[in-house]
């Protein structure tokens, strides 16, 4: 990974500082989004003219989304995989079950935002398409349309084959599981089909 250099702003020293602590210290797998990745973004913000808040509160955010991405597991293989439904449920559910205390709307679609933005850098640097920094930034559109509000993107019909994350549930009562699935909104036929034998897990989201 790239040092902090001493001819970088003492601010963004700091945030690579934490950034870099943190992948040190917090992650033990490989992640979804990496250290170079975050050290990059971050440089490109300073460049952009960000203050030290900003960098601070735009890192903040980063975590939080590479947070979210390791808990969709097998869901995705990467930051290619990401689709609007995705930054919806990051800054909604996610949001709602992960964060302490009210969060409101502007934060979120603050959080919105700054993915967008990452996804863009990303784009920027030749890291993902172009199309898929479009999708990212597509769904902040839909999600911001109406000013105050802050619109859900729904997840689209299950076709088979789809990975889903619930709460572990191998061993667990019939009963249990059949819950756990309809919480996680699968119609009946697939919820049939998953049986007992569900030890998988599947986001719970409405």
Not at 37 to 63: I, K, P, T, V
Not at 117 to 137: C, H, K, M, N, R
Request: a negative charge; proline letters at 5%.
């Amino acid at each position: 990974m790239n040092e902090p250099t001493t001819r970088e702003a003492p601010a963004l020293r700091r945030i690579l500082q934490h950034v870099a602590h943190y992948y040190a210290s917090e992650v033990e797998w490989e992640p979804f989004l990496n250290q170079a990745q975050a050290e990059g973004f971050m440089r490109d913000l300073a460049a952009r003219g960000a203050d030290e808040e900003s960098l601070e509160n735009a890192w903040e955010s980063l975590r939080f989304f590479a947070w979210y991405l390791d808990h969709l597991d097998r869901e995705i293989s990467g930051l290619a995989d990401v689709k609007p439904y995705h930054v919806s449920e990051l800054v909604t559910d996610f949001t709602d079950r992960k964060v302490l205390g009210r969060i409101g709307i502007a934060e979120r679609i603050v959080m919105a935002g700054l993915v967008r933005d990452f996804y863009t850098y990303l784009a920027a640097t030749g890291q993902i398409s172009p199309e898929q920094a479009q999708q990212v930034a597509d769904a902040y559109r839909i999600m911001t349309a109406l000013p105050g509000q802050l619109a859900r993107i729904e997840r689209p019909e299950p076709r088979g084959g789809e990975i889903f994350r619930l709460p572990w549930c191998r061993g667990r009562s019939a009963l249990h599981v059949q819950r756990l699935l309809d919480c996680a909104g699968l119609p009946a036929r697939l919820r049939g089909a998953l049986g007992n034998d569900a030890g998988c897990g599947v986001w719970c989201h409405r």
